[in-house]
């Protein structure tokens, strides 16, 4: 089973350039995030999403806008990519139903320059 | 502001040595704490642990939470050199979706 499906795997990126990370889940889970996991400053939440349709923010959202239009897809968007954005993005699933636990995908390294 | 801290921020041991990894947390309205192993990429559920007291064990590590002291520990026994990773804890909150709130993570390395 795929589990969560992030793409591409590593990015390098021009400043003010866009560009979308694509997130896929197959577990059909109600609630997806989307993190940055920086040196030193561990894993912190950018945008989440508890149902399709819905989206709320975490506590980096700057610079950053998500959709949720069905169940399985939740693309993270930077409309102008900065250096500070530089980073490795993890998005994550959880069975809104059941407990808190969240399952990972793999990560995108993003490179700004 | 919600604040989890982990400690040591790294550690290095022998193969066969035991290892205690710390969380404590300020937050508000907690619900849950969890730990994840983060080895090269994606980190791995590990334990979910809710009340006091109460020790989770999977094989050679356990957990056990104090929700009046506010910490959790992480044991590892017998540690492997397979046990490399960091280790990450994660609190959850009570606020009409489930967030987490993430440590900065402990970097554990198994020497042979």
């Known amino acids: 089973t795929a589990g969560i499906t992030q793409a591409p795997t590593s990015q390098i990126l021009a400043a003010g350039r866009s560009m979308t990370l694509r997130c896929t889940q197959d577990m059909r889970h109600n609630a997806m995030y989307w993190y940055r996991q920086d040196l030193g400053l561990g894993l912190r939440l950018i945008h989440y999403?508890?149902?399709?349709?819905?989206?709320g923010k975490g506590e980096v959202p700057d610079g950053y806008s998500v959709s949720r239009a069905n169940t399985d897809d939740f693309p993270l968007t930077l409309a102008s990519a900065v250096p500070s954005q530089t980073s490795v993005y993890f998005c994550?699933?959880?069975?809104?139903?059941?407990?808190?636990?969240?399952?990972f995908g793999p990560g995108t390294r993003l490179t700004v320059l | 502001e919600d604040k989890v801290v982990q400690s040591p921020l790294s550690l290095v041991v022998h193969e066969g040595d035991t290892v205690t990894l710390n969380c404590s947390y300020e937050v508000t309205n907690f619900r849950s704490l969890l730990w994840y192993k983060q080895e090269k990429k994606a980190p791995t559920f590990l334990f979910m642990l809710t009340s006091s007291g109460i020790e989770k064990k999977s094989g050679r590590l356990s957990s056990i939470l104090d929700k009046k002291e506010l910490f959790s520990i992480l044991n590892i026994t017998a540690t492997q050199t397979g046990d490399s990773a960091v280790y990450l804890c994660a609190v959850g909150l009570i606020q009409g979706a489930q967030k987490l709130v993430f440590g900065q993570g402990t970097r554990l390395t198994i020497n042979p």
């Open positions: 999403s508890n149902t399709a349709g819905t989206t």
């Open positions: 994550a699933s959880s069975d809104s139903h059941s407990t808190d636990t969240q399952y």
